[in-house]
């Protein structure tokens, strides 16, 4: 098992920045992937960036060149800075993990960030 702190949401104005980190409380090295999903109010959850153990990523298309998602195994977190926000980057962000040799997901609790003038 592993659970999952978020933490870094907020309000901020368009065209700002934020860093969302999320702490693991296991050695990140025995999860084979680390992610950020996010839901905005009547939508569908969707996955935002993805990042497996060997460093390889994946974003959604509406925040490539903006997002960035890393890995940081001496503290075992995972965090995604996030730039040249949007309104519609509006949502509640949620970290997740999947256990090396597992399939399951595990879920954090979420943190709200809003974009907003």
């Known amino acids: 098992q592993v659970q999952l702190v978020e933490s870094g949401g907020g309000l901020v104005q368009p065209g700002g920045s934020l860093r969302l980190s999320c702490a693991a409380s296991?050695?990140?090295?025995?999860?084979?992937?680390l992610g950020w999903y996010r839901q905005a109010p009547g939508k569908e959850r969707d996955l935002v960036a993805r990042i497996s153990s060997t460093g390889i990523t994946n974003y959604a298309d509406s925040v490539k060149g903006r997002f960035t998602i890393s890995r940081h195994n001496a503290n075992n977190s995972v965090s995604l800075q996030m730039n040249s926000l949007k309104p519609e980057d509006t949502a509640v962000y949620y970290c997740?993990?999947?256990?090396?040799?597992?399939?399951?997901?595990?879920w954090g609790q979420g943190t709200q960030v809003t974009v907003s003038s």
């Open positions: 997740t993990a999947i256990l090396a040799y597992t399939s399951y997901r595990y």
């Open positions: 296991r050695s990140i090295v025995t999860i084979r992937d």
